[in-house]
């Protein structure tokens, strides 16, 4: 498959498989994993599997590969309800230099915290 990753990035390892992760959905483009540490139950995050920091470092051919993986992890998942996250730059918030998605599920009241 086409992959442009680098050495030293944690994503890019967990990629390549040297480093684990519970695996979603992995296609040519894109790689889906469970969240280490979840906001709530079924957290997910989608990379691509080219390596950039921010959104404009990457090709549309890998972009447009991962909000549709969003939408069959938020229908598999069975929430209604929940966020997609994708935060750039320290200021923002990202803290793993590798671009990804946050999948998080807002379960109801009902469905508990997870
Ligand atoms: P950011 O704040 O950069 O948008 O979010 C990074 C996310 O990566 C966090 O939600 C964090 O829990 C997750 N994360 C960090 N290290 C690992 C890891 O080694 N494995 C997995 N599965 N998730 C990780
Ligand atoms: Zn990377």
């Not at 080219?50 to 069959?72: F, Q, R, S, V, W």
């Not at 929940?82 to 750039?88: A, D, G, P, S, V």
């Not at 671009?99 to 915290?113: N, Q, T, Y």
């Amino acid at each position: 498959s086409r992959m442009f990753l680098t050495a030293d990035c944690l994503f890019c390892k967990i990629i390549k498989g040297d480093i684990p992760s519970l695996k979603l959905i992995e296609t040519e483009f894109s790689y889906s994993f469970l969240d280490i540490n979840p906001l709530s139950k079924g957290h997910a995050l989608i990379i691509p599997k080219y390596h950039g920091e921010k959104l404009t470092e990457i090709p549309d051919e890998y972009l447009n590969d991962t909000l549709p993986i969003a939408k069959k992890i938020a229908v598999a998942q069975g929430v209604k309800e929940y966020n997609i996250l994708q935060n750039n730059g320290a200021l923002a918030h990202q803290v793993v230099g590798h671009v990804h998605f946050h999948v998080i599920p807002k379960p109801s009241a009902e469905e508990g915290l997870g």
